[in-house]
């Protein structure tokens, strides 16, 4: 009986929070705590459409299976961000160069 009390607690306690939104991902509704709620359900949404667009491509799969290539395919395009962040850093850094080199030698002929 104590579990259920406390259990009881934890949902009142999720729900009364005033950053906590209620989000909807392939059915499935999840209390997610957070300082934005606009972000956490713009997040919830991408997450949602991953999976139903991979639920509209397989033939057969599991919520889990489904759950699975979603995260795969959203870790995918994370790590494509990163590397061409990581790549224009390099550039703008390799530009910032240059032009300083450039303004050097523009003051010392003065």
């Known amino acids: 009986m104590g579990r259920r009390r406390d259990s009881e607690r934890e949902r009142k306690s999720v729900g009364s929070d005033s950053n906590t939104v209620s989000v909807t991902i392939f059915g499935s509704e999840y209390k997610i705590k957070g300082a934005d709620p ?32 979603a995260s795969l395919n959203i870790a995918d395009e994370l790590f494509r961000e990163r590397t061409e962040r990581d790549r224009l850093h390099e550039e703008l850094a390799e530009r910032a160069k240059t032009l300083s080199r450039s303004l050097d030698e523009a003051v010392r002929k003065r």
Request: hydrophobic residues 40%; charged residues 30%; aromatic residues 4%.
């Open 38 to 69: 606009e972000y956490i359900q713009r997040v919830a949404a991408h997450v949602d459409g991953k999976m139903r667009e991979l639920e509209r491509r397989l033939a057969t799969g599991t919520p889990t299976k489904i759950a699975i290539l």
